[in-house]
Protein backbone atom coordinates (compact mmCIF):
# COMPACT_ATOMS: atom_id res chain seq x y z
CA UNK A 1 0.00 0.00 0.00
CA UNK A 2 1.39 3.54 -0.78
CA UNK A 3 2.23 5.54 1.72
CA UNK A 4 4.29 8.90 2.58
CA UNK A 5 7.35 8.89 4.23
CA UNK A 6 9.31 11.57 6.03
CA UNK A 7 12.92 11.72 6.75
CA UNK A 8 14.85 11.63 9.40
CA UNK A 9 13.02 10.71 11.65
CA UNK A 10 14.53 12.53 14.31
CA UNK A 11 16.51 15.48 14.35
CA UNK A 12 18.92 17.37 16.93
CA UNK A 13 19.82 20.73 16.16
CA UNK A 14 21.34 23.80 17.41
CA UNK A 15 18.89 27.11 18.16
CA UNK A 16 20.02 29.11 14.96
CA UNK A 17 21.15 26.43 12.22
CA UNK A 18 18.74 25.87 9.02
CA UNK A 19 16.97 22.50 9.01
CA UNK A 20 15.03 20.56 6.43
CA UNK A 21 12.76 17.68 6.74
CA UNK A 22 12.08 15.69 3.63
CA UNK A 23 9.01 14.02 2.69
CA UNK A 24 7.80 11.51 -0.59
CA UNK A 25 4.12 12.13 -0.64
CA UNK A 26 2.08 9.65 -1.94
CA UNK A 27 3.18 9.81 -6.49
CA UNK A 28 -0.32 10.20 -8.03
CA UNK A 29 -1.65 12.76 -5.20
CA UNK A 30 -1.45 16.21 -6.09
CA UNK A 31 -1.88 17.92 -2.64
CA UNK A 32 0.42 17.93 -0.09
CA UNK A 33 0.82 19.48 3.64
CA UNK A 34 2.70 19.91 6.69
CA UNK A 35 1.94 19.91 10.30
CA UNK A 36 3.29 20.16 13.33
CA UNK A 37 3.09 19.28 16.79
CA UNK A 38 4.44 20.19 19.44
CA UNK A 39 4.64 17.87 23.11
CA UNK A 40 1.45 17.87 24.54
CA UNK A 41 -0.56 20.27 22.10
CA UNK A 42 -2.64 20.33 19.10
CA UNK A 43 -1.74 19.22 15.76
CA UNK A 44 -1.47 22.42 13.84
CA UNK A 45 -1.94 22.89 9.69
CA UNK A 46 1.07 25.00 8.58
CA UNK A 47 1.16 25.04 5.04
CA UNK A 48 -0.76 23.38 1.94
CA UNK A 49 0.82 22.97 -1.65
CA UNK A 50 -0.64 22.52 -4.84
CA UNK A 51 0.23 23.02 -8.19
CA UNK A 52 3.93 24.47 -7.39
CA UNK A 53 2.59 27.00 -5.14
CA UNK A 54 0.73 27.87 -1.72
CA UNK A 55 -2.59 27.09 -1.81
CA UNK A 56 -3.14 27.96 2.26
CA UNK A 57 -0.94 28.58 4.74
CA UNK A 58 -1.22 29.21 8.59
CA UNK A 59 -0.38 32.47 10.82
CA UNK A 60 2.62 29.66 12.21
CA UNK A 61 4.03 29.56 8.49
CA UNK A 62 6.31 32.99 8.56
CA UNK A 63 9.32 33.82 6.87
CA UNK A 64 11.30 31.40 9.02
CA UNK A 65 9.45 28.48 6.69
CA UNK A 66 9.39 27.51 3.07
CA UNK A 67 8.34 24.66 1.22
CA UNK A 68 9.92 23.11 -2.17
CA UNK A 69 9.03 20.05 -4.48
CA UNK A 70 12.44 20.51 -6.17
CA UNK A 71 12.32 17.63 -8.05
CA UNK A 72 8.98 16.29 -8.61
CA UNK A 73 8.54 13.60 -5.71
CA UNK A 74 10.24 15.13 -2.33
CA UNK A 75 8.18 17.42 -0.83
CA UNK A 76 10.39 19.60 1.90
CA UNK A 77 9.76 22.07 4.81
CA UNK A 78 12.57 23.99 5.61
CA UNK A 79 13.32 26.36 8.59
CA UNK A 80 15.49 28.51 8.07
CA UNK A 81 16.91 29.70 11.63
CA UNK A 82 15.36 27.10 14.26
CA UNK A 83 13.75 28.85 17.82
CA UNK A 84 13.59 26.34 20.44
CA UNK A 85 10.20 26.57 20.31
CA UNK A 86 10.59 24.94 16.61
CA UNK A 87 10.86 21.55 18.51
CA UNK A 88 7.97 19.31 17.60
CA UNK A 89 6.72 16.86 15.76
CA UNK A 90 6.32 17.66 11.80
CA UNK A 91 3.75 15.67 10.04
CA UNK A 92 3.78 15.26 6.03
CA UNK A 93 0.36 14.88 4.60
CA UNK A 94 -0.94 14.52 0.95
CA UNK A 95 -4.04 13.98 -0.92
CA UNK A 96 -5.43 13.22 -4.32
CA UNK A 97 -7.23 15.21 -6.86
CA UNK A 98 -9.26 18.09 -6.58
CA UNK A 99 -12.30 16.83 -5.40
CA UNK A 100 -11.65 18.06 -1.02
CA UNK A 101 -13.42 14.74 0.64
CA UNK A 102 -10.26 15.78 3.53
CA UNK A 103 -8.41 12.57 3.58
CA UNK A 104 -5.16 13.10 4.16
CA UNK A 105 -2.33 10.31 4.20
CA UNK A 106 -0.17 11.25 6.95
CA UNK A 107 3.71 10.39 7.21
CA UNK A 108 4.93 8.68 10.60
CA UNK A 109 6.22 12.67 10.83
CA UNK A 110 9.88 13.85 11.88
CA UNK A 111 10.69 14.99 15.69
CA UNK A 112 12.73 17.97 15.73
CA UNK A 113 14.60 19.14 18.72
CA UNK A 114 16.40 22.17 18.79
CA UNK A 115 18.52 22.71 21.75
CA UNK B 1 -12.08 30.58 12.26
CA UNK B 2 -12.95 27.23 13.52
CA UNK B 3 -12.36 25.17 16.76
CA UNK B 4 -12.61 21.48 18.27
CA UNK B 5 -12.81 20.97 21.61
CA UNK B 6 -12.19 17.11 23.46
CA UNK B 7 -12.96 17.34 26.65
CA UNK B 8 -11.47 14.24 27.53
CA UNK B 9 -8.33 13.83 27.64
CA UNK B 10 -7.49 10.61 28.57
CA UNK B 11 -10.31 7.58 28.51
CA UNK B 12 -9.75 4.38 30.57
CA UNK B 13 -12.04 1.17 29.06
CA UNK B 14 -11.87 -2.81 29.86
CA UNK B 15 -11.81 -4.42 26.68
CA UNK B 16 -15.71 -5.43 25.08
CA UNK B 17 -16.82 -2.22 26.77
CA UNK B 18 -18.37 0.14 24.52
CA UNK B 19 -16.80 3.32 24.53
CA UNK B 20 -18.13 7.15 23.16
CA UNK B 21 -15.55 9.89 22.87
CA UNK B 22 -16.31 13.38 22.58
CA UNK B 23 -15.86 16.01 19.90
CA UNK B 24 -17.64 19.40 19.66
CA UNK B 25 -16.80 22.10 17.08
CA UNK B 26 -17.70 25.62 16.49
CA UNK B 27 -17.86 27.25 12.85
CA UNK B 28 -19.44 30.12 11.27
CA UNK B 29 -19.89 28.41 8.25
CA UNK B 30 -20.51 24.75 6.82
CA UNK B 31 -17.64 21.85 7.01
CA UNK B 32 -16.56 18.61 6.77
CA UNK B 33 -15.77 16.63 9.94
CA UNK B 34 -13.21 13.73 10.57
CA UNK B 35 -12.00 11.42 13.02
CA UNK B 36 -8.12 10.05 12.91
CA UNK B 37 -6.42 7.85 14.95
CA UNK B 38 -2.77 7.79 15.59
CA UNK B 39 -1.44 4.12 16.57
CA UNK B 40 1.90 4.82 18.84
CA UNK B 41 4.95 5.65 16.89
CA UNK B 42 2.40 6.00 13.60
CA UNK B 43 1.22 8.69 11.38
CA UNK B 44 -2.24 10.01 11.82
CA UNK B 45 -4.91 7.53 9.68
CA UNK B 46 -8.23 8.44 8.68
CA UNK B 47 -11.15 6.56 10.50
CA UNK B 48 -14.16 7.72 9.17
CA UNK B 49 -15.54 11.49 8.19
CA UNK B 50 -18.94 13.40 7.44
CA UNK B 51 -19.04 14.94 4.35
CA UNK B 52 -23.13 15.43 4.07
CA UNK B 53 -25.62 13.28 3.69
CA UNK B 54 -26.57 10.52 6.65
CA UNK B 55 -25.59 12.19 10.03
CA UNK B 56 -24.60 8.68 11.13
CA UNK B 57 -21.30 7.40 9.65
CA UNK B 58 -19.16 4.15 9.53
CA UNK B 59 -16.00 4.04 9.87
CA UNK B 60 -12.90 1.42 9.63
CA UNK B 61 -12.19 -0.95 12.78
CA UNK B 62 -16.28 -1.08 14.02
CA UNK B 63 -16.16 2.92 15.10
CA UNK B 64 -19.11 5.13 14.25
CA UNK B 65 -19.95 8.88 14.55
CA UNK B 66 -22.58 10.76 14.67
CA UNK B 67 -23.18 14.27 12.97
CA UNK B 68 -25.73 16.35 15.27
CA UNK B 69 -25.43 20.36 13.75
CA UNK B 70 -27.93 21.61 17.12
CA UNK B 71 -25.29 20.41 19.45
CA UNK B 72 -22.39 20.89 17.29
CA UNK B 73 -20.76 17.63 17.92
CA UNK B 74 -19.47 14.72 16.44
CA UNK B 75 -18.87 11.78 19.20
CA UNK B 76 -17.25 8.90 17.86
CA UNK B 77 -18.59 5.75 19.52
CA UNK B 78 -17.59 1.90 19.07
CA UNK B 79 -20.04 -0.80 20.99
CA UNK B 80 -17.16 -3.19 21.83
CA UNK B 81 -13.38 -1.81 21.90
CA UNK B 82 -10.35 -3.96 21.97
CA UNK B 83 -7.03 -3.97 23.15
CA UNK B 84 -5.76 -3.02 19.45
CA UNK B 85 -7.73 0.30 19.66
CA UNK B 86 -5.42 1.64 22.20
CA UNK B 87 -4.57 4.89 20.51
CA UNK B 88 -4.74 8.61 20.10
CA UNK B 89 -8.17 9.94 18.44
CA UNK B 90 -7.93 13.42 17.01
CA UNK B 91 -11.26 15.02 16.00
CA UNK B 92 -10.82 17.78 12.89
CA UNK B 93 -13.21 20.12 11.19
CA UNK B 94 -12.88 21.37 7.75
CA UNK B 95 -14.25 24.62 6.30
CA UNK B 96 -16.28 24.00 2.92
CA UNK B 97 -13.81 25.19 0.51
CA UNK B 98 -10.67 24.86 2.21
CA UNK B 99 -8.59 22.15 2.75
CA UNK B 100 -6.77 23.11 6.23
CA UNK B 101 -7.84 20.65 8.86
CA UNK B 102 -8.17 22.23 12.42
CA UNK B 103 -7.52 19.53 15.10
CA UNK B 104 -8.67 19.41 18.86
CA UNK B 105 -6.46 18.22 21.28
CA UNK B 106 -6.96 14.82 20.78
CA UNK B 107 -8.27 11.68 23.22
CA UNK B 108 -6.17 8.75 24.56
CA UNK B 109 -7.86 5.65 24.71
CA UNK B 110 -6.82 3.31 26.95
CA UNK B 111 -8.56 -0.21 26.62
CA UNK B 112 -7.42 -2.43 29.78
CA UNK B 113 -7.60 -6.53 30.04
Known amino acids: EPEVTQTPSHQVTQMGQEVILRCVPISNHLYFYWYRQILGQKVEFLVSFYNNEISEKSEIFDDQFSVERPDGSNFTLKIRSTKLEDSAMYFCASSPGTLNTGELFFGEGSRLTVL | AQSVTQLDSQVPVFEEAPVELRCNYS??????LFWYVQYPNQGLQLLLKYLSGSTLVKGINGFEAEFNKSQTSFHLRKPSVHISDTAEYFCAVSEEGRRALTFGSGTRLQVQP
Open chain 2, 27 to 32: SSVSVY
